[in-house]
């Protein structure tokens, strides 16, 4: 059974910062670029970072450049989002997927975990 599972939100002040782990399970970890995504309420769901399967290649959104890191840890599957300076429009449930083709192109059949909460307070 294919699983993603979210885990290292919570409520946290502004400024303050959060570490969230993806744990992947049921599938070939190495072969898939892992992607963090966000969505708050009635907003669309955005890209916040990808990292690839072999190379290290690295992407961020603007909004959090700077700020968050994402690493990986192929011989524990898993995948980390390092979040500092947490801003109020951080506030959104985070996601992680497992993306075959890599971080620029989605099949529907692409792995998705079921979403962190992240609260940041003013």
């Known amino acids: 059974e294919v699983q993603l599972v979210e885990s290292g939100g919570g409520l946290v002040q502004a400024g303050g910062s959060l570490r969230l782990s993806c744990a992947a399970s049921?599938?070939?970890?190495?072969?898939?670029?892992i992607g963090w995504f966000r969505q708050a309420p009635g907003k669309e769901r955005e890209d916040v970072s990808c990292?690839?399967?072999?190379?290290?290649?690295?992407d961020y959104a603007d909004s959090v450049k700077g700020r968050f890191t994402i690493s990986r840890d192929n011989a524990k599957n898993t995948v980390y989002l390092h979040m500092n300076s947490l801003k109020p429009e951080d506030t959104a449930v985070y996601y992680c997927?497992?993306?075959?083709?890599?971080?620029?192109?989605?099949?529907?059949?692409?792995?998705w975990g079921q979403g962190t909460q992240v609260t940041v307070s003013s």
């Open positions: 997927a497992a993306l075959f083709l890599g971080c620029h192109s989605h099949r529907a059949d692409d792995f």
């Open positions: 049921g599938f070939t970890f190495d072969d898939y670029a």
């Open positions: 990292i690839s399967s072999s190379d290290g290649s690295i």
